[in-house]
């Protein structure tokens, strides 16, 4: 079986194309300098021109990917790090959970796992990148934030360990699936973490459906849109996040 990749047109922000005579392009040496190029890479991977599309380049969409995909991801590594080397933790693993949030984790770093492939597998690279900024943004903004008491309290009892087994397992696995998007800053992280000689020499993770809770998904989805949504009405009404309300429905 043979397959045929096609690119389309990357365009300049006016949607003409890309000119030397016209200058109308900014340095891609610059932006690489300015932005890393694993934000250059993903924000391409992650548009339409990877399906034959004409694509606009903007140069504030890979400061995007920097902000949402990069920084993100740096920062889970660097919370880690920052408390495991406190806590003297040891790196271990097993697929027992007693915490909700944890199997919650473990069930969406296998979802991620098999839709990548699937894109991949599939030549939809885009479809591929796409699952990555949903699961950076539930690994940063909801995983560490309801669990940093967790991470946070003086004894070394067995939630707390089983907190670190996670979110070193997910960071260790996350490398090896953005590998192909974000080369450097997996390369890094996972060699920091892992001390193995590559992630460019591993096999990609394969999924494990015994370990996917589709209704654990879904309600914690659900649960996410509510607070996005009260959220949403405590700052269009000017309510501070942290003023007590009598109710709300």
């Known amino acids: 079986m043979k397959n045929l990749i096609v690119n389309g047109t990357v365009l300049a922000e ?5 000119s030397k005579s016209k200058k109308n392009y900014p340095d891609p040496s610059l932006v690489f300098d300015k932005y890393w190029a694993d934000a250059m890479r993903f924000y391409l991977m992650n548009s339409p021109v990877v399906e034959a599309q004409d694509f606009r380049f903007a140069e504030a969409w890979v400061e995007e990917v920097v902000k949402k995909g990069i920084v993100p991801r740096w920062n889970t590594y660097s919370f880690f790090t920052t408390y495991a080397n406190i806590d003297n933790f040891e790196t271990s693993w097993n697929t027992t959970r007693n915490n909700n949030l944890d199997k919650w984790l473990i069930s969406e770093l296998n979802t991620l796992t098999k839709e990548v492939t699937l894109g991949l597998d599939n030549y939809k690279l885009n479809e591929a990148a796409r699952p990555i900024v949903r699961f950076m943004d539930n690994l940063t903004n909801w995983y560490i934030r309801r669990s940093r008491k967790r991470f946070w309290k ?19 696995e996350l490398s090896k699936i953005i590998a192909p998007f974000m080369p450097f800053v997996s390369e890094h992280i996972f060699k920091n973490l892992s001390w193995n000689e590559s992630v460019h020499l591993e096999d990609f993770p394969v999924y494990d459906d015994s370990l996917i809770d589709e209704k654990l998904n879904s309600d914690t989805d659900k649960v996410q849109k509510i607070i996005t949504l009260g959220l949403a009405w405590r700052a269009n009404n000017k309510f501070r996040v942290r003023q007590p309300l009598a109710s709300i429905t």
């Open 154 to 172: 003086s004894e070394n009892d067995n939630d707390k360990i089983e907190a670190y087994e996670t979110l070193y397992y997910t960071l260790v």
């Open 14 to 18: 006016d949607w003409h194309k890309m």
